[in-house]
């Protein structure tokens, strides 16, 4: 099937959706020029991708090659400060679509506000004076915040990452959201915090290795999270402290601007 394309009911938002990627987009500006841009970007996208899957599925180290599409780079780019822990560039593949769909956007012509969500990993363009609200939701869509971006803070990609997400997780987080410099950048650390907030051999929590779930899964035969029972007060704050210190050392090396964990809330 090929690309798919269409402007939604309200007028003001683009539809883009090939196979497993899709993508809603929105431009303050010129934004027929801006849609154009986006449309004629994202049709190569995902053939991009498939023809490095093998090298992008790889546990990644630091001498591994690097990948040659540009959406691939941004992946490896995102996730190679982070290869002491055991992760793939997959782990930065929708937030590294939405950066890339992004870009193109914005060199096509100016925007005063623009952002490419792909399956909740945003990636964000503000222009002095603009901001970005996004609400955070659990799995079963119930509300657990708001987070109000402007200009200022530097923030251009925000993501979600857990147990309950799109992809399996190695770790118990219900959910985990990232604010950083790129939606790459934050859909990688997302990833790998959601991953750290865990409790290692605790009885409550079920695993399974990934390749018996999902036969193409980039983790192989890493034991992932099935399912977790109701935790004890005790457990549950262990389990978040290991995700906020790691949390923390990357927003202290400034990988990440800012991120919110939640567990059995």
């Not at 303050?28 to 449309?39: M, N, P």
């Not at 546990?59 to 982070?82: E, F, H, V």
């Not at 118990?172 to 915090?193: E, F, G, K, N, R």
């Amino acid at each position: 099937m090929s690309p798919q394309s269409q402007i939604m009911p309200c007028g003001t938002r683009l539809h883009l959706q090939h196979g497993p990627i899709d993508l809603v987009i929105g431009a303050d500006g010129d934004r027929a020029i801006a849609f154009s841009a986006a449309q004629a970007r994202f049709e190569t996208v995902l053939d991009e991708l498939v023809a490095e899957l093998p090298l992008l599925k790889t546990q990644l180290t630091a001498r591994s090659p690097c990948p040659n599409g540009m959406i691939a780079q941004r992946m490896d780019q995102a996730t190679r400060p982070l290869c002491h822990r055991f992760v793939t560039p997959m782990a930065a593949v929708a937030g590294a679509v939405a950066d890339t769909v992004l870009s193109a956007m914005c060199a096509a012509t100016p925007l005063h506000r623009a952002y490419v969500n792909n399956g909740g990993d945003i990636a964000l363009h503000l222009t002095p004076g603009n901001s970005f609200a996004s609400a955070i939701m659990d799995h079963q869509g119930h509300d657990l915040g708001r987070v109000n971006i402007h200009h200022v803070d530097g923030v251009a990609g925000i993501a979600t990452s857990g147990r309950h997400g799109r992809s399996l997780s190695l770790g118990i987080a219900d959910s985990v959201t990232v604010l950083a410099s790129s939606a790459a950048q934050a859909d990688a650390a997302a990833t790998l915090i959601a991953n750290a907030v865990d409790l290692p051999g605790h009885p409550a929590i079920h695993r399974r290795p990934a390749d018996q779930l999902q036969s193409d899964s980039d983790l192989g035969e890493q034991r992932v999270v099935t399912h977790c029972d109701p935790l004890s007060p005790p457990a549950l704050q262990n389990a978040l402290i290991a995700g906020y210190s790691h949390a923390l050392d990357m927003q202290h090396s400034h990988q990440i601007i800012a991120a919110a964990l939640f567990l059995q809330c």
